[in-house]
């Protein structure tokens, strides 16, 4: 079992199910290469690594949504023998549900969709033209998000070797044309933060109109970085022991924002439904050559 488009994390020859993620824009498997601390032992985790990042950054990156889902369902073929859940953080999101549309309609769906960070595919600004910007713009557009090191932005030399995946992605989002469908036949679960620039609470309630099935949104204070670190916390107890998951993880009072929508509901609180809301992370290139972010391919 070996193909370049994914990083096994922590493979398992016992394992009985499998956690393939997507990382953000400009991202590759080292977004989640933590993620192996504290996962269930039955748990295969694997990441996406799409060209032009990490051992494949000599590879012509890719600039359009079908192509991307396309390829990565074939590379997928051989890791969809055990049951699957697809977890998506920031624009990765968007591309998680893409493929786990394609895969349903190829009957190999996953058994679980998480998304973190994102608005829904309905909701998303696909008119932002963040990839078109010129390298400084670009720069300030990262650097206002709060989510990439200043270490980073701030060299020409690392901002040179990071760029190019980043604008890429974000331009695989921005030329994709979101068409009404179906909704999927799986749960959806979406993580979100309070104080997070790049989507808002209304957005990511909006993921609910995209299953049939069961849909659940947890809500935390902080930025995107929070906002992943809870879904960590969260998706390595996949698949539960027991209904769904155990009670929320945030412990200390958060208060509601004055005029918010939370004055009702503490915003922890898990959002379930029966049927019927992206950004760039902190990767950090230090060479030439991007390193692998798993010793096993």
């Avoid at 950054?57 to 997928?76: F, H, K, Q, S, Y």
């Avoid at 859940?85 to 920031?90: H, Q, T, V």
């Avoid at 890429?168 to 104080?195: C, K, Q, S, W």
């Amino acid at each position: 079992m070996s193909t370049p488009w994914i990083a096994r994390l922590r493979p398992s020859g016992t394992a009985t199910t499998r956690l393939i993620c997507l990382p953000h824009a400009g991202g590759g498997g080292a977004t989640f290469r933590s993620w192996s601390t504290g996962l269930s032992d039955g748990v295969d985790l694997c990441a996406v690594r799409l060209p032009g990042r990490e051992s494949r950054l000599r590879e012509p990156l890719l600039t359009r949504m079908g192509d991307v889902v396309g390829e990565l369902a074939g590379a997928l073929t051989e890791y969809l023998d055990l049951p699957y859940a697809l977890f998506g953080y920031c624009s990765g999101a968007l591309t998680a549900y893409e493929l786990a549309r394609l895969l349903e309609q190829a009957g190999r769906p996953p058994a679980h969709l998480f998304v973190c960070a994102c608005p829904s595919p309905a909701a998303v600004e696909r008119d932002s033209g963040v990839h078109k910007m010129s390298g400084p713009e670009l720069a300030d557009h990262l650097r206002a998000l709060g989510i990439i090191p200043t270490t980073i932005i701030d060299d020409p030399g690392l901002f040179a070797l990071f760029e190019p995946s980043v604008r890429a992605d974000y331009e695989i989002f921005e030329t994709d044309v979101h068409r009404p469908a179906a909704p999927l036949n799986l749960p959806i679960t979406v993580f979100g933060a309070d104080d997070d620039p790049s989507t808002t609470v209304p957005t990511m309630m909006r993921w609910r109109e995209e299953t049939s099935g069961e849909f659940t949104m947890r809500l935390f204070p902080g930025t995107t970085r929070s906002s992943n670190r809870t879904a960590r916390r969260s998706c390595v107890r996949w698949p539960p022991n027991s209904r769904r998951w155990a009670p929320a993880e945030v412990g200390a009072a958060y208060p509601a924002r004055p005029g918010g929508a939370w004055q009702t509901r503490p915003p922890w609180t898990r959002t379930r439904c029966g049927r019927s809301p992206p950004c760039s992370g902190n990767a950090t290139p230090s060479t030439r050559r991007s390193p692998d972010t798993s010793d096993a391919r």
